[in-house]
Structures are given as structure tokens and as C-alpha cells.
């Protein structure tokens, strides 16, 4: 009895050896989806504030858009609520749904080259940051009235300088 136990305590380490190191190298879908949406740049624009404040915005407050808008000769975007977005729509919806054209400053070329696993971990992880939030305002076409505060993205020359 007391060799069978022994032997079985054998199995249960060696088993335990042989799996851990695999287990400890390759990240869950949410935490390569959380990697990908750190290396991205993504809460730059589509985190209030993240900009400036960078990694001092608490992970529970990402993604959930900005109310500050990005103007230039396209009108004014603003970086949508990426919970709401996903929450709104199934796996097979976001991977058509990431890889369309956008206006700027959105680098749409990122989701578009992007391969559809890393897609889909990006899908499991911002459905895990849960409550969904509500959404950014909508795009203003150029001319329109824009209610919010926004950045102004048109090269400027200082007249002083350029005047020299
Ligand atoms: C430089 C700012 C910027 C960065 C960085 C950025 N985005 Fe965006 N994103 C925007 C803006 C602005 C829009 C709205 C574009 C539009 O209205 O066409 C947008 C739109 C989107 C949309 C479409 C949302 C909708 O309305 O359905 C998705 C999805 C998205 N971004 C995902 C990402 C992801 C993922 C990353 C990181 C890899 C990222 N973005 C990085 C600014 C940015």
C-alpha cells in the first residue's frame, strides 16, 4: 500500500515537472490580447487621458474611448469605445468589423495586417475588462459643429519663424 501511494506521489511530481515550465511559457488568449493592445499603442487614442498619463490610468478605466476629438481635413473622429464595440458584437463580427478602412488618426493598416489569432486575443481580452460603458461621440463631418473639446491635427508653421 505504502509503495503504491510512494509511487503514485512519483507520477503526480514528475507530471507536475514535465507540464509547469510549458504551462508557465505560453500565455492565456486574454493575456497575449492585453500584450498586443500594450505594444498597439491602442489606449493612446481610445483611453481618455492615456496620453499623457500613460500606465498611471488604472486597467479598469482602458478602452472605453475619448471624448476628445481628433480634427483634420477628414472632419473630427473620435477613438471609439473598444468594450462597447466588442460587446456588441460576436467573434465572427469583430474579425470583418476590425479589418475596415478608418479615418484618421485611427493606423487602421495595424488590425488589417494583423493575424487573426492575435484578433481574436484581442477580442477575448477586452471582453474580459467587462462593463462595456457607454459610447465616444459621433464623427462630425467637416464644417459641422463640434461640441467637444478636440486636437487639431494640420501641420502649423510659426508665421515669426517662417517670415526669417
Ligand atoms: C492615434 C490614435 C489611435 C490609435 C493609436 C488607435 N486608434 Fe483605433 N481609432 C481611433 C479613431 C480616431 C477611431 C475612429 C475612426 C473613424 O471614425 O473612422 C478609431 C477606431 C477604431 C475601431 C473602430 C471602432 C468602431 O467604431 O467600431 C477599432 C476596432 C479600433 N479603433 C481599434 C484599435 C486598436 C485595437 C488599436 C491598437 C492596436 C487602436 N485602435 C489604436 C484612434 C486610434
Not at 7 to 33: D, I, M, Q, S, Y
Not at 40 to 60: S, V
Not at 77 to 87: E, G
Request: net charge positive; with cysteine; aromatic share 10%.
Amino acid at each position: 500500500m505504502q509503495i503504491r501511494s510512494g509511487l503514485c506521489l512519483a507520477t503526480f511530481f514528475a507530471v507536475l515537472l514535465f507540464t509547469a515550465p510549458a504551462r508557465a511559457a505560453e500565455p492565456t488568449k486574454v493575456e497575449h490580447g492585453r500584450y498586443l493592445v500594450m505594444i498597439g499603442g491602442c489606449n493612446d487614442c481610445h483611453t481618455a487621458g492615456f496620453m499623457e498619463q500613460n500606465l498611471k490610468i488604472p486597467e479598469k478605466d482602458w478602452l472605453q474611448g475619448s471624448a476628445v476629438g481628433f480634427q483634420g481635413p477628414w472632419g473630427t473622429t473620435y477613438a471609439a469605445n473598444l468594450r462597447l464595440v466588442m460587446h456588441s458584437m460576436s467573434e465572427s463580427q469583430w474579425l470583418e468589423h476590425a479589418r475596415k478602412d478608418r479615418m484618421p488618426p485611427m493606423p487602421a493598416y495595424v488590425l488589417q495586417q494583423m493575424k487573426t489569432d492575435d484578433l481574436k486575443a484581442i477580442y477575448a481580452y477586452v471582453r474580459s475588462l467587462g462593463n462595456p460603458g457607454l459610447a465616444a461621440p459621433a464623427y462630425v463631418a467637416p464644417g459641422g459643429k463640434v461640441s467637444t473639446p478636440y486636437f487639431v491635427f494640420v501641420p502649423q508653421v510659426d508665421q515669426k519663424t517662417a517670415a526669417k
